[in-house]
């Protein structure tokens, strides 16, 4: 489907270098901040205690927060889940408090707010199962991108699937860089959204690729940049349809969802703008620059049988 047609091509590959000059520096940057300050773990990974309180009114979480936070904790979540009247309280691991049952401690304070406060229910997250997650996500993202690298190596050709596999874990870097710079809260659903975006970035490079391939046989008079161009000049009605709609759902969470969907959507509101950034000025220069000729693109013939009757 294309609401739109684009007759002439856009010379992207004209400016290939200098969108990739800046993807360096961008991807740079993001790695500085990653080593210099680091994520913001959240409760998931540094370990804490996970409290589910209900009202029998609309809850104030700023109120909560402050409550809260008056008994010493000084990085807690305070946030509105299901409905206003359901709050769940993420506390910090507090050494000398570890093994003891922090709704002995939060419960009062609540209750001196609204008296009808009750706790549905409380999690204890020690810090070996936060090392645990850190380690199995670091696991998830490894097999991920070797996964996907193996597909398209047996889908098109090992040099798509090196472009694809850098452009994607460029734009996992660039999403951490983000919540390392601002010290965004980064949990589970973040790590999730953070996988989505891999699968997401790769199928529109999948797209852009199967047009490159189809182009090779189709446009045989034609350079490697023209026929990249053209590809992705083609699959541009479609990617802005995509991601559009897309991003309308994302936007959604992300203004109506409340703070237990606020990253998780803002992680995804990051992916999608670099997917396409990197689909088209990441992933389709490497591949151009790896060499990539109409000989890849052609099947191999096996040689015939030597005729062995004397």
Do not use: C
Not at 78 to 90: A, C, K, L, P, Y
Not at 275 to 283: D, L
């Amino acid at each position: 489907m294309e609401f739109f047609k684009i007759r002439k091509d856009i010379p992207f590959m004209r400016h290939a270098l200098v969108f990739n000059v800046i993807s360096a520096l961008t991807f740079v940057a993001a790695v500085y901040f990653l080593v210099a300050r680091g994520l913001h773990f959240g409760v998931d990974f540094t370990g804490g205690t996970v409290l589910e309180v209900n009202f029998s009114r609309a809850a104030d979480v700023q109120q909560v927060r402050a409550a809260v936070e008056k008994l010493g904790y000084g990085d807690v979540t305070v946030q509105n889940f299901g409905t206003s009247r359901d709050v769940m309280i993420r506390l910090p691991l507090r050494q000398e408090k570890a093994e003891a049952k922090q709704d002995t401690v939060v419960m009062p304070a609540l209750k001196a707010i609204d008296p009808s406060a009750s706790l549905r229910r409380i999690e204890f997250v020690g810090p070996q199962v936060g090392r645990d997650l850190i380690e199995n996500g670091l696991l998830g993202l490894f097999f991920v991108s070797v996964g996907i690298v193996v597909y398209l190596w047996f889908r098109f050709e090992w040099k798509f699937g090196v472009a694809a596999i850098i452009a994607n874990l460029h734009d996992v870097v660039i999403i951490l860089g983000f919540f390392a710079f601002f010290q965004w809260d980064f949990s589970l659903t973040v790590l999730a959204a953070v996988l989505a975006i891999l699968g997401y970035s790769v199928n529109e490079s999948v797209v852009v690729f199967d047009r490159i391939r189809e182009n090779f046989r189709r446009m045989r008079k034609s350079t490697v940049p023209e026929i990249i161009d053209n590809a992705i000049t083609r699959t541009m009605s479609r990617t802005i349809i995509t991601h559009f709609s897309t991003q309308l759902a994302v936007l959604a969470m992300l203004l109506f969802g409340g703070e237990t969907l606020h990253y998780f959507a803002l992680a995804l509101t990051i992916g999608i703008l670099f997917g396409i950034y990197s689909s088209v000025f990441v992933a389709s220069p490497l591949v151009m620059w790896l060499g990539i000729a109409r000989e890849d693109m052609m099947p191999v013939r096996k040689e015939a049988a030597a005729d062995e009757r004397p």
